[in-house]
């Protein structure tokens, strides 16, 4: 399994909407292939930048299958208005896990 890591930038004073746009976007995560975790984690230094990590089979059911998808353009119209910055995409690989 790979991790898709997006740092995003959120509009002050928009971070309860963004938020809620991620709860409503996770079935369309859910239903995606290859997509099998989703978390939303907050800054605490600077709570408007978050970090969402989407767990999937392959880089390609990121890259390829999702963002070609209608799901990513209803992912997109439900929180991207909240973006205070274009976001930053990474694709890591665990390769140690300790308690």
Do not use: N
């Amino acid at each position: 399994m790979i991790f898709e890591i997006a740092e995003l930038t959120i509009k002050p004073g928009l971070e309860a909407e963004f938020e809620i746009g991620v709860q409503r976007a996770a079935p369309l995560f859910q239903r995606a292939r290859g997509c099998r975790s989703l978390a939303l984690e907050r800054g605490i230094e600077d709570p408007t930048r978050y970090r969402l990590v989407v767990g999937w089979d392959t880089v390609e059911d990121h890259t390829v299958h999702f963002r070609s998808s209608p799901d990513f353009q209803a992912w997109r119209s439900l929180v991207g208005h909240c973006f205070a910055a274009p976001p930053q995409v990474v694709h890591t690989q665990q390769v140690l896990l300790a308690f």
